[in-house]
Every structure is written in structure tokens, then in C-alpha cells.
């Protein structure tokens, strides 16, 4: 009896989104799910499915383990601040000729009583925090990202973390630890009891960070908001589908499969 080797599809992850997705694709008969994690993020649980750490030297080496590994299909479910893992995907896929999904979460929208100040990237939303007239900021951009802070003197940055990086924090800071799922109520007592004038957020999109924007929404607190870099264009390589949930990467997963099995027979 011929053995028919399942189908691999490859998962860029380190999201909540690409945990959902492995989660779907895992029960699909005949589907072989890899979760591809950042070796510089730790995340909470490792997905269902195979799992691979240590990245793939660039555009070249992933398209080198797409072809040795069959992958069918690759789902970049990365942060939407990740462009260059994003860049090096597009690369990659249309390189080793793979179909390429993005899964990204979509952007927040603000709302009305919202006092958004948009900024073009970390630097720029480090400027704005200097040139304000804020005491304190609560700067909620994740442990990877505070890197242009580390030399801000002024305002004092209260941050919202879940867990303390290893690299060295902006000096003088206060960390207040977020112990569990955020909650506006949360969230604004941090606020309140920290005196906090402004806040600093990145526009990570999905329910988990969201909170924060309400409750500065309810103290009436401006909000510097670092806008999702623009992915660079490769050239030669068409920009890929999107979805903006695990569901819908999972049809558009099945229906490409379907469509590779199609050619092969």
C-alpha cells in the first residue's frame, strides 16, 4: 500500500492568532502543521503541532527549507511590527514558488472621545513623549520595543509589562506587571494610582491591547499611537493574500492544499 506523506504547511508564528491557526490546521487529516517561534520572544505555550526555533538565515534559507522540507503553503502570522520577517516571507515563498498568506489582526479604529497622536515610528513617538508636558507615561509597547527609550529622562515611563525583559529598562522607570488578561478596570487604576498624563502604545490591533486605549479613553488621556510599518515591496514577487482571522487563514489553508493536490494529479 503506497504511503501518501501528508502536507506540510508552515506557520509563522510568535501571535496569539498563529496559535489559533496551528489549533485549526492540526485536526485536518492529512495536514503537517510547523509553527516557526522567534528565538528572542519567549511565548507562553508552544503551539499544537511540530514546533521550530532558530530562524532561517534570511530570505535564501528559508526558501532552501521550504523546498527540502515540501512545505505546500506558509501562513505568516507574525506581529504586524515584524516587516522584515514579513519582507523576507514574500521573498522566500515566491522564490521556492509557495503560496503565501498574511494573517494579521486588524488595526485599531479610534472612537469617539479617543485623543490619538499618530506617530511614524518609536523614535518619532519618543520625541513626542520628550517634547510633551507629561510627568509620566504609561508606555505599553512590549518588552522588545523599548530599546529608543532607553535614554528618555523626561516624562518617567511607567511600564505595562507581562513579564520583565532581559535587556536593560530606560532608567529611572516604574514597571507595573500585568499579572493577567488585560481589563479596562485594570488598566485604569494603573493609570490613576501612577499619575500617569499620557500613554504610549503601538497600534498592535486585537482585543489584548485594547484596553488600554479605553481606559485612557475614560481619563481623557492623549494617546501617542506608533502606526504598523509599510512592508517593503519585493521585487518580482506579488503582494500576498490576507486574513484577518484563524478561520480564514484556515479556509484559504484548506483551499490551497486542494488547489496543489489539483496540479499534482
Avoid: K, N, Y
Wanted: net charge neutral; charged share 20%; with cysteine.
Amino acid at each position: 500500500m503506497q504511503h501518501i506523506a501528508p502536507e506540510h504547511v508552515l506557520v509563522l508564528g510568535g501571535t496569539t492568532e498563529a496559535r489559533a491557526l496551528a489549533q485549526e490546521l492540526v485536526d485536518l487529516p492529512g495536514v503537517r502543521v510547523t509553527t516557526s517561534l522567534p528565538v528572542t520572544r519567549p511565548v507562553p505555550l508552544d503551539p499544537p503541532g511540530e514546533v521550530f526555533r532558530g530562524g532561517f538565515a534570511g530570505a535564501g534559507g528559508l526558501a532552501a527549507w521550504l523546498r527540502h522540507q515540501q512545505v505546500r503553503a506558509v501562513v505568516d502570522a507574525t506581529s504586524p511590527f515584524a516587516a522584515r520577517i514579513t519582507a523576507r516571507a514574500v521573498e522566500a515563498c515566491a522564490f521556492a514558488d509557495v503560496p503565501l498568506l498574511t494573517l494579521e489582526r486588524p488595526a485599531w479604529v479610534p472612537q469617539p472621545g479617543d485623543d490619538w497622536r499618530p506617530a511614524a515610528d518609536l523614535d518619532a513617538a519618543r520625541d513626542a513623549l520628550g517634547a510633551g508636558p507629561w510627568e509620566r507615561a504609561l508606555v505599553a509597547v512590549g518588552g522588545l520595543h523599548l530599546g529608543p527609550l532607553v535614554h528618555l529622562t523626561r516624562p518617567r515611563l511607567v511600564l505595562r509589562l507581562s513579564r520583565l525583559p532581559e535587556h536593560p529598562l530606560p532608567a529611572g522607570c516604574e514597571v507595573a506587571l500585568r499579572r493577567r488578561t488585560a481589563d479596562v478596570d485594570g488598566e485604569r487604576a494603573v493609570m490613576a494610582a501612577r499619575g500617569v498624563g499620557v500613554v504610549l502604545t503601538t497600534d498592535s490591533g486585537g482585543p489584548g491591547g485594547a484596553a488600554v486605549l479605553v481606559a485612557a479613553r475614560e481619563l481623557a488621556l492623549p494617546v501617542v499611537v506608533v502606526r504598523r510599518p509599510v512592508v517593503p515591496a519585493v521585487e518580482g514577487a506579488p503582494p500576498a493574500p490576507r486574513a484577518a482571522h484563524a478561520a480564514q487563514a484556515a479556509t484559504w489553508v484548506r483551499e490551497t492544499l486542494d488547489a496543489v493536490g489539483a496540479r499534482g494529479r
